[in-house]
């Protein structure tokens, strides 16, 4: 399975590249699902009988079917109970989170956990989480190791602390949050493929179980914290922090995207 993000992806460094409808979007949705091809390409060659793409980037609507690896299966469009891990518990050998990026609060390019700007900083049993940090404790959860992680310089990084065996490509180097020194579509495609390839050496399900965590979240403003911990399980820790707690990870990812989804309906024009 591959989890597919797109701040992460070749040559994205801005938001009008990830922004739905944009003229750079339209551009770097060739990039991204190039970036998706080349890891498909690797995962065969490494044995892979089968490999199916999760959009996991805002509409989740921005891979080109059209261009897709013909091998490959696509889950597309919004609203999956999993989001960005659809389809772990569906007996998957392995995953690989293409396109990532650093956690809101750390330098990176376009970092941030979930909301674009609103969350300041997620937290998963004390330590900050990046989404790749809170997939990555789900797919253990399920059994599933981590192969492969792209994105830039810091979120490789990242993943050697909560995926050290994973193989990593960093498909560009972070100068700032909108800036980075970027390595081209045909090299970031070889590198891709081959590590993708190595990646599959780790393929092979092992035995998951489901834990308890807590999840706290950070917000840039006290009037998001307040509609967060509208939800019964979820209490308002500080003025701008909530948290709570989780049976399992599956269960914490719910109530994570729950506490998201209010959130980012109580933000309120330019004053947010």
Known sequence: MISADMEGATGVTWTADVEVGTEQWQRFRKMFTGDVNACVEGLFA???????????????????????????????????PLSMMQGIDSGVDGVVFLGYHAAAGVEGVLSHTYLPNQITGVFLDGVRASEGR????????????????????LTCEDAGEYAPDARSVAVKEC????????????????????????G???????????????????????????AAAVVPTVDQLEVRRVGFDAASMTDAMKAFKVVTAIASGAVEGSYG
């Open 46 to 80: 490494g044995g892979a009988t089968d490999v199916l793409v999760n959009e996991a980037h805002s509409s989740q609507r921005n891979i080109l079917l059209e261009d897709l690896d013909p091998r490959a299966r696509m889950l597309t469009g919004r609203h999956k």
């Open 134 to 153: 809170l997939n990555a404790a789900l797919a253990a959860e399920h059994g599933v190791p981590v192969l492969l992680v792209t994105g830039d310089d």
């Open 175 to 198: 100068v700032s949050r909108y800036a980075a020194i970027c390595t081209p579509p045909a090299v970031t495609a070889a590198a891709i493929t081959e590590q993708a390839h190595l």
């Open 200 to 226: 599959m050496a780790r393929a092979g399900r092992f035995a998951g179980s489901a834990s308890g965590h807590r999840i706290e979240v950070e917000f840039d403003a006290a009037h998001l914290a307040a």
